[in-house]
């Protein structure tokens, strides 16, 4: 099987939505000024952020620093992530895919609690620290990372299917891309088969085991398409009503990631 976190770094890199920087963007930005609580603690400081996603906050913030040092560069955190993203080598693959997996888990544990949907910031399946924010210490911790990597990067893909099925075309653009930032042969096959795979998602919707990872999910695929059309809308209604997503955990996810 492929290595699932590293291949959402290289998703991240090459097929999000042309809006999808700035959403990630949102996001970060969201986290350092409340941290994981929502209360107001800076995200940037202590344990308040999770491993993972504190070395993600770090890079974006070296980013910002330099940025500030040279008035040619500007435009704030998405800025800098898009410099990230479009740096090269594995130790940043490898670092946009944990960080990206704990961007999610984050945007989720606080849209459950502010939605009071259970499963919040203190109801986290596992434990008070979603799987996505520490680095797995076991065998059964990183098999649950990976299977939710997993169903995160079926769902960018579904996504993008919602208003009409990905062209051969796009299905090799986007894997040529992702060839070229280091994805191996076995990425590239898993990848190019999800994308040539009909659209179920009823099928889909059976394969998420919590209302979590369904809040990651729908995240992800906010940065997978623009939601400009009335198919992409109605993909992403019916996937929150068929896992079971509270409107107000929805609603928080959209606001968090600047998305009407």
């Not at 492929?2 to 999000?16: E, H, V």
């Not at 930005?29 to 202590?46: S, V, Y």
């Not at 952020?49 to 974006?60: K, N, P, Q, S, Y």
Request: hydrophobic share 40%.
């Amino acid at each position: 099987m492929p290595n699932f976190s590293d291949l959402i770094g290289t998703f991240m890199r090459n097929a999000t939505a042309p809006s999808g920087q700035d959403r990630m963007g949102n996001i970060l930005d969201d986290l350092k000024r409340t941290g994981l609580g929502g209360t107001g603690e800076a995200g940037g400081q202590g344990a308040s952020t999770g491993g993972l996603l504190g070395g993600l906050l770090d890079a974006v913030q070296g980013g910002l620093s330099s940025a500030a040092q040279n008035p040619m560069q500007a435009g704030g955190i998405g800025a800098a992530l898009g410099g990230l993203l479009g740096g090269g080598g594995d130790a940043v693959k490898g670092a946009l895919g944990g960080g990206a997996l704990a961007m999610l888990a984050s945007v989720a544990m606080k849209a459950l609690a502010n939605g009071g949907q259970a499963g919040g910031a203190h109801g986290f399946s596992g434990g008070d620290v979603p799987i996505g924010l520490k680095t797995p210490e076991t065998p059964y911790e990183e098999q649950r990372l990976a299977d939710t990597a997993e169903l995160i990067l079926k769902g960018m893909i579904n996504a993008a299917k919602a208003d009409g099925e990905i062209s051969a075309e796009e299905t090799q653009r986007i894997v040529g891309k992702m060839k070229e930032s280091g994805m191996d042969a076995e990425g590239q096959r898993w990848v190019m088969r999800e994308m040539q795979r009909p659209l179920d998602l009823d099928a889909f919707v059976a394969e998420i085991p919590s209302p979590e990872v369904a809040a990651e999910v729908y995240a992800a695929s906010l940065l997978a398409i623009e939601v400009d059309t009335p198919e992409e809308q109605q993909y992403l209604q019916q996937f929150a009503q068929r896992t079971g997503l509270n409107p107000m955990v929805v609603q928080y996810i959209h606001r968090s990631m600047g998305v009407a």
